[in-house]
């Protein structure tokens, strides 16, 4: 029964998700695919997965400790967080954070948290930013630079 469950949750995630991706606008550019392709695309492989699991659940079910669960909400709740907080905090900061968090819950010391965010942060920032010129947003580093 579980699987029906989470299977009818994810599916009204990926009817959600892909309902959003309608409002993205497409901007001033003519790209082919536009913003709301990779949304749809992650929507639709994400419906056709939770229709699997509603039409063949698993037979023996059994739910994670509760140790698990918890730790899979906390992971929940960064990544909604580090979506709020991206624009205010700017794109370095909140990568910075989330991944510091995101690599301590899967055991990483502090160090070598805090060490792989700022590495993470700093290169995919200047990957993206910096060398193919696509905006990221700057958030708190912005307004004091």
Known sequence: MSDRIFGALMLLLAATYSWTARGFDPGFMS????????????????????IYLLLRPDDSPHWPPAKIIL?????????????????????????LLAVT??????????????LTGIGVSL???????????????SGLLGRIL
């Open 71 to 95: 730790k899979m909400i906390l992971v929940i709740a960064v990544l909604l967080a580090y979506a709020g907080l991206l624009e205010w905090l700017g794109f370095i900061i909140a990568t």
């Open 31 to 50: 790209d082919p695919l536009g913003p709301s392709t990779f949304p749809y695309l992650l929507g639709a492989v994400l419906a056709v997965t939770a």
């Open 101 to 114: 968090v995101l690599g301590r819950q899967l055991g990483a010391s502090i160090k070598t948290a805090v």
């Open 123 to 137: 290169v995919v920032f200047g990957l993206f930013d910096i060398l193919l010129e696509l905006p990221l947003p």
